[in-house]
């Protein structure tokens, strides 16, 4: 049992459609049939939606994709449309809402590993492979891979944990051609942010894309290249053969899974609200990755 600790009532608009609450993001229509994304500031742990949110951190998260797409944007093309807020919307929508194509999404969750670590590190140590895909003896948590890999994973409903799967899974589900494509777009998307983001003093270890088609064009959608969807870490602190200091929900984590917040995390309670010291610090932390990766002051 996991999920919302409580799920919110959606805001409803005047001209919007509501179509789905997911753990972060509000998903409406408008009525010329594109979607609206509206980030909310809610954060997810252990596959719970916490009770506590995070001030700021859905316009980040906004702001920071809108960042990479452009970066991004001579590799793939992306969904949004526009960032002006619809009529009638609550004037705290601003800065975290996007207008967005409404695509044929694919149901296969896009990951790209440079550095070994997650559930890549835990199939690694049982098998020496991640995703069916062979690696070289002698890796650690941490440890950077000879070339980055694409591991796909199946997208998985609120509350229940997305399944690692082969390419030839992939490849199965979706065609062979789009497998490829999508193999092809996610390891380039991964290769320029490593880059650009190694250029700041930040390790992109690993991230997930999603993708739909816009008729025969595949297009990238949801968010990108944020605390949420990667794993970014400070460079100056790397080492390998230990759990790396990152710029997510790992402050949220190490409370959750601490003494002090008396929460089981096997028990099927849920978890308690955060304490304002955890709240800071992780709103801090989203905060420098956006100031770290753009050059941006956050404002």
């Not at 229509?29 to 700021?56: C, K, Q």
């Not at 093309?77 to 009638?88: D, G, Q």
Request: charged share 25%; proline share 8%; aromatic share 8%.
């Amino acid at each position: 049992m996991s999920g919302f600790v409580e799920k919110p009532e959606p805001i409803q608009v005047p001209g919007l459609v509501h179509l789905h609450t997911g753990k972060v993001r509000e998903l409406y229509r408008n009525e010329a049939g594109d979607l609206v994304m509206v980030a909310s500031d809610r954060i997810s742990a252990y596959d719970w939606v916490l009770p506590t949110e995070i001030p700021d951190k859905g316009r980040v998260l906004t702001q920071l994709s809108l960042w990479w797409f452009d970066q991004l944007a001579d590799l793939v093309p992306n969904h949004v449309l526009s960032t002006e807020l619809p009529e009638h919307a609550p004037a705290d929508w601003a800065g975290r809402t996007l207008v967005c194509k409404s695509l044929d999404m694919v149901p296969v969750e896009c990951v790209a590993r440079g550095y070994l670590t997650g559930s890549g590190l835990a199939e690694y140590n049982e098998s020496r492979t991640v995703c069916g895909l062979a690696l070289p003896e002698g890796l650690v948590d941490g440890s950077e891979l000879p070339a980055p890999i694409f591991t796909p994973a199946t997208k998985a409903a609120v509350g229940e944990h997305d399944e690692n799967v082969s390419y030839e899974e992939v490849a199965r589900q979706v065609g062979a051609d789009t497998a490829a494509r999508l193999r092809q777009a996610t390891l380039a998307a991964y290769s320029r942010a490593r880059d650009i983001a190694r250029d700041r003093g930040i390790i992109l270890a690993d991230t997930k894309f999603e993708f739909g088609f816009d008729g025969d064009e595949l297009v990238i959608a949801d968010e990108v290249l944020t605390p949420d969807s990667s794993r970014f870490w400070p460079a100056e602190q790397w080492e390998p053969g230990r759990p790396q200091p990152s710029f997510d929900k790992q402050y949220v984590r190490d409370w959750l899974t601490s003494p002090e917040s008396g929460w089981d995390r096997k028990s099927e309670q849920p978890p308690p609200p955060l304490p304002e010291k955890v709240v800071e610090a992780t709103r801090a932390k989203y905060i420098e990755a956006y100031e770290r990766l753009t050059g941006v002051t956050w404002s």
